[in-house]
């Protein structure tokens, strides 16, 4: 599929009227998640600025798209309250989607001051910088679904359930919680800013090159043709292709600004939302490995460590309140996500000097969306002519 047809493909009535055009604000946009959902802004004909630190990888899925070249890439620090000022009123954004942050749990361990930073005060210091806002502007707060108090539960975590956490990543998601409801209800209850937040399970897709993720380690053993070390083999985890939050993301961004398309209060859009798979995807750890080799052959070695860093060993959300809402559900199951991940890192893998990073992303994008459309959720209704819509 070539780039012009992915865009017209991911071309959505909701979305197209909600992002072409407009100026958006992407914090973590030289992480996995970010670069995802800046090549679909871009796709939809938004203006991206970027607010990040250098990537942390190598390789990095922002320089496998050629992302610098294509959006306004902003480097800078979430915990330094200037500079986000600064490169706020620069970008006078339309929307912000709020991903930057420490995101592995081990290294929560090894920097928990740096991690209750970045997660915490980093957020206090984006919001803060809007207060006063006079021009309209929805923002989403991306936290994780380990922000909630993990008790063992067997049924999925609700978002009016107690927030909290065991390691300082955890710990540092509730509180980033705490803090966006607090400033949503002290400063944001009224006037032109929207503020939500989103809580998304394990991320999986192809481009995420972080350490001490099973899916990225699993890669680097299968093409040295190693054994795929795992850690935690019974651990549960709710399993997604990165995709759905993305769309979950989109969406209620786009329903803070028009929250008419589902005829709804504001209200009702700002506020904390969920977005999980369906249950069936909640699997373990050894199960996404035995999954991941019926797509790439090999083997892997139980390296589980009584020693290691305590981590959650079962956890799944709800997400009813996304779907009764905002008409929001899963598109691609369980196999699917694990599929188009393998299938990502395979030909990147295996045909360097014949794969298209960029095409390949934007067509798992046009994929997605295309199924998506075929389930009839609200976000993909096919486009009409928006030209002279203004939203």
């Given at each position: ?54 990537p942390t990888t190598k390789p990095a899925l922002f320089d496998q798209l ?97 927030l909290g956490g065991h390691d300082p990543y955890s710990a540092s998601k ?92 504001p209200e009702a859009i700002a506020s904390a939302f969920n977005f999980g ?115």
């Open positions: 599929m070539s780039l012009e047809n992915a865009r017209l493909a991911v071309d959505t009535e909701p979305f197209a009227a909600s992002y072409r055009g407009r100026r958006v604000l992407v914090t973590g946009h030289t992480g996995f998640k970010g670069a995802w959902l800046a090549e679909w802004l871009l796709a939809l004909g938004a203006e991206v600025t970027g607010l990040s630190l250098d050629g992302l610098a070249g294509r959006l306004h890439d902003r480097r800078a620090d979430l915990r330094d309250a200037g500079a986000v000022r600064e490169v706020i009123a620069r970008a006078q954004p339309d929307y912000i989607f709020h991903l930057a942050a420490q995101a592995i749990v081990r290294e929560s361990y090894e920097r928990p001051e740096d991690t209750f930073a970045v997660n915490v005060q980093g957020t206090a210091n984006l919001l803060g910088a809007l207060r006063g806002c006079a021009r309209p502007c929805a923002v989403v707060c991306v936290t994780s679904d380990k922000c909630y108090e993990n008790r063992g539960w067997v049924f999925g975590y609700r978002e009016e359930d107690p509730g509180a980033a919680e705490i803090v966006i409801a607090s400033m949503r209800r002290s400063f944001f209850a009224e006037g032109p800013v929207r503020v939500a937040s989103a809580r998304a399970g394990n991320v999986i897709g192809g481009g995420d090159w972080a350490k001490d993720r099973i899916v990225p380690d699993s890669v680097r053993a299968l093409a040295r043709g190693e054994p795929i070390p795992v850690r935690n083999p019974r651990s549960t985890r709710p399993w997604q292709h990165v995709l759905e939050p993305l769309s979950g993301y989109l969406w209620l961004g786009a329903l803070l600004r028009r929250p008419e398309l589902r005829s709804l209060k798979p369906d249950a069936d995807a909640n699997r373990t750890v050894g199960e996404v490995v035995g999954e991941i080799l019926r797509h790439w052959p090999g083997r892997w070695e139980d390296r589980s460590d009584p020693q290691a860093p305590y981590e959650a060993s079962l956890l799944q959300l709800a997400t009813d309140k996304a779907r009764a809402v905002l008409g929001w559900s899963p598109v691609w199951g369980f196999r699917e996500a694990v599929a188009a991940t393998v299938s990502w890192y395979r030909r990147a893998e295996t045909n360097p000097a014949e794969t298209n990073l960029q095409d390949l992303t934007a067509g798992q994008i046009a994929a997605y969306t295309a199924q998506a459309r075929t389930l009839g959720l609200p976000w993909a209704l096919p486009a009409r002519d928006t030209a002279t819509k203004t939203p």
